[in-house]
């Protein structure tokens, strides 16, 4: 039997604020993106890269990554919500799972989620 389909008549847990690409050199990455799609590069004190006013979109953001790919994922959406601990709840009950705690840095404060076949994405609450 399959899956009944998903309850599309509740508003949204939130918006894709941005893709996040883990990369052994951001500024590069960055670079070579905004190229491909427009928008204007900048390099972040802290080693991350960003290509913000991307045309049709949000940013792309490049997280630096020195470890080799070796088959792992180096891509996932930082997913914006009003409510850090409502959205955590509410992902949790549509088959989400949290990795580690809640983190606040100087960009805010975000939950790493994976989803129900275990690919990762971030709850964020920007500054």
């Known amino acids: 039997m399959p899956e009944p ?16 690409i883990n990369a052994a050199d ?9 190229a491909i799609v427009g928008g204007e590069p900048v390099n972040r004190a802290d080693g991350w890269a960003v290509v913000r006013d991307i045309p049709g979109m949000g940013r792309l953001s490049f997280q630096p990554d020195p470890r080799p790919r070796n088959g ?35 960009q805010g404060s975000f939950q790493v989620m994976r989803d129900p076949e275990r690919n990762g994405f971030c709850l964020v609450t920007p500054r």
């Open 26 to 34: 951001p500024p590069t990455l960055a670079r070579f993106w905004a």
């Open 72 to 106: 792992r994922v180096r891509v996932h959406a930082d997913v914006r919500v009003a409510d850090l601990a409502t959205a955590i709840k509410e992902a949790e009950a549509l088959g989400a799972r949290r990795v580690g705690g809640t983190v606040t840095d100087d």
């Open 5 to 20: 389909a998903p309850d599309l008549s509740r508003p949204p847990l939130g918006v894709v604020e941005q893709w996040v």
